[in-house]
């Protein structure tokens, strides 16, 4: 028998991280595949407001009443766009993370070749030289940064597109390539953040298609482990939300994210309320 336990597991044992608690509040049943959400004060009061880019529409739900507004329809190639192309070097290009840090604007795009780094350097971008490749092995489809126990930074990704592998491995080393979940069909939201108030991230990820429990859903992963190889898992949505995208953010202020998901055969808008009764600090 060991003499002695490692010490990220005696400390999980002393403090261990609450258990997540989410309240569900339906503020959309009629949404046609909910695309894409983000989260911005769009009136101007301070709150932070949802914006849904959906089938043929792009609205928002103002904080507070939640009232849906349009914001455009209907759009075309003919309405006035401007855009900038930075990269046209991949195939089948599928989600990003867009970083800030001391070395300035980096992209993760997701793809079917892996995940590309991309840099800006004087308002040009390019292939980042000391490690243009996070990982290249598997295609991806929603690609996330998060923090480990340590402050040691992982990339969470959804493998491979549209698929059913949740994975976490260290930059640029995809020999840590550990996979933390498999039971998913159409694997399309993820997100990376600390809900619990432990001080390294969670992981939120969300499938839209039933998987082999016939069940669609949002599953919260929390580790209090340096490797992150070790994780607990805890489901969010069960069976409810066909999920096409989700974001995290506080939206009343009360000092804990939220989670915010769209459907898309569900065809709902949800938010699940932070309810976790004991925030670690």
Same mark, same amino acid.
């Given at each position: 028998? $060991?003499?002695?336990?490692?010490?990220?597991?005696?400390?999980?044992?002393?403090?261990?991280?609450?258990?997540?608690?989410?309240?569900?509040?339906?503020?959309?049943?009629?949404?046609?595949?909910?695309?894409?959400?983000?989260?911005?004060?769009?009136?101007?009061?301070?709150?932070?407001?949802?914006?849904?880019?959906?089938?043929?529409?792009?609205?928002?739900?103002?904080?507070?009443?939640?009232?849906?507004?349009?914001?455009?329809?209907?759009?075309?190639?003919?309405?006035?766009? +401007?855009?900038?192309?930075?990269?046209?070097?991949?195939?089948?290009?599928?989600?990003?993370? %867009?970083?800030?840090?001391?070395? =300035?604007?980096?992209?993760? &795009?997701?793809?079917?070749?892996?995940?590309?780094?991309?840099?800006?350097?004087? =308002?040009?971008?390019?292939?980042?030289?000391?490690?243009?490749?996070?990982?290249?092995?598997?295609?991806?489809?929603?690609?996330?940064?998060?923090?480990?126990?340590?402050?040691?930074?992982? %990339?969470?990704?959804?493998?491979?597109?549209?698929?059913?592998?949740?994975?976490?491995?260290? $930059?640029?080393?995809?020999?840590?390539?550990?996979?933390?979940?498999?039971?998913?069909?159409? =694997?399309?939201?993820?997100? =990376?953040?600390?809900? &619990?108030?432990?001080?390294?991230?969670?992981?939120?990820?969300?499938?839209?298609?039933?998987?082999?429990?016939?069940?669609?859903?949002?599953?919260?992963?929390?580790?209090?482990?340096?490797?992150?190889?070790?994780?607990?898992?805890? %489901?969010?949505?069960?069976?409810?939300?066909?999920?096409?995208?989700?974001?995290?953010?506080?939206?009343?202020?009360?000092?804990?994210?939220?989670?915010?998901?769209?459907?898309?055969?569900? +065809?709902?808008?949800?938010?699940?309320?932070?309810?976790?009764?004991?925030?670690?600090?």
């Amino acid at each position: 028998m $060991p003499l002695f336990l490692p010490l990220f597991f005696l400390l999980s044992i002393l403090n261990p991280p609450p258990v997540p608690k989410f309240e569900a509040q339906v503020l959309d049943k009629n949404v046609s595949i909910g695309y894409g959400l983000a989260i911005g004060d769009v009136d101007g009061d301070r709150k932070p407001d949802i914006l849904l880019a959906d089938q043929k529409q792009i609205v928002w739900y103002r904080n507070g009443d939640w009232k849906r507004f349009v914001m455009a329809e209907n759009l075309t190639e003919r309405d006035s766009w +401007h855009y900038r192309l930075i990269d046209s070097s991949m195939h089948m290009t599928h989600n990003l993370e %867009v970083l800030e840090d001391q070395d =300035g604007t980096r992209i993760w &795009l997701g793809g079917k070749e892996g995940i590309k780094v991309l840099t800006s350097q004087g =308002g040009n971008w390019q292939m980042a030289e000391e490690q243009p490749w996070v990982e290249h092995n598997f295609g991806v489809g929603e690609v996330r940064r998060i923090v480990g126990v340590n402050g040691q930074p992982f %990339v969470a990704a959804i493998e491979p597109m549209h698929g059913n592998q949740l994975t976490i491995y260290k $930059p640029g080393d995809t020999n840590s390539r550990h996979i933390l979940k498999e039971n998913m069909n159409q =694997g399309h939201a993820l997100a =990376g953040a600390d809900l &619990l108030g432990s001080g390294n991230s969670q992981i939120v990820v969300g499938w839209r298609n039933p998987n082999t429990d016939q069940k669609v859903g949002i599953c919260l992963l929390a580790s209090q482990d340096p490797t992150a190889h070790a994780w607990q898992e805890y %489901v969010v949505d069960d069976n409810t939300m066909a999920c096409e995208d989700l974001q995290v953010a506080d939206l009343n202020k009360d000092g804990k994210l939220d989670i915010i998901a769209a459907g898309r055969d569900s +065809h709902n808008l949800i938010v699940y309320w932070n309810r976790t009764e004991k925030i670690a600090r």
